[in-house]
């Protein structure tokens, strides 16, 4: 016997959206981490100190910037081929 099939239909359905929403804080998470990990390497070559240098942080908007519209853009095209993989069938 499945797992699933010891609850109602109500319960699975909340049991699934409790899934999704914790599936996406993990890939915001991810995302964060590698966000976090290769602009840090990119931009922060100085010493550390408690402020960033003008040009590191000119430098980390810019890498974090384009992080966010590279994702974007890929994120917009594999929703167009799954929507013309949908409307093909």
Same mark, same amino acid.
């Given at each position: 016997m499945d797992a699933n099939q010891k609850f109602d239909e109500a319960?699975?359905?909340?049991? !699934? =959206?409790?899934?999704? @929403?914790?599936?996406?804080?993990a890939r915001v !998470? =991810?995302?964060?981490? @590698?966000l976090t990990d290769?602009?840090?390497?990119?931009?922060v070559t100085g010493s550390i100190s408690t402020r960033?240098?003008?040009?590191?942080?000119?430098?980390?908007q810019n890498c974090v910037d384009r992080f966010l519209d590279t994702s974007l853009f890929i994120v917009k095209k594999l929703d167009e081929q799954r929507r013309s993989m949908q409307g093909g069938q």
């Open positions: 319960t699975q359905r909340e049991l !699934q =959206a409790f899934i999704e @929403q914790e599936q996406a804080k !998470q =991810a995302t964060t981490h @590698q290769m602009c840090w390497t990119k931009c960033f240098s003008s040009s590191e942080a000119y430098c980390l």
